[in-house]
């Protein structure tokens, strides 16, 4: 029914906003300390483009956290 039809909907979206949050934080806490005036240093870039491939892929849109 109808609201079958709006949970299959909304799931997608709370999936993207969930990806989204998790990489935010992830960004977050990798730019949290500089390492040799560097925002993020490789092991950190390195263990975000890990995330990013374990999120799915391309690197969302972080949400604020």
Do not use: C, M
């Not at 299959?8 to 949290?32: C, I, L």
């Not at 993020?40 to 849109?61: C, K, M, R």
């Amino acid at each position: 029914g109808a609201s079958g039809t709006a949970q299959k909907k909304s799931v997608p979206a709370e999936v993207e906003e969930y990806r989204r949050f998790v990489w935010g934080v992830a960004q977050k806490v990798a730019e949290a300390h500089r390492e040799n005036g560097v925002a993020v240093s490789p092991a950190e870039q390195s263990a975000l483009d890990e995330i990013t491939a374990a999120l799915g892929g391309l690197a969302p849109t972080p949400v604020s956290v």
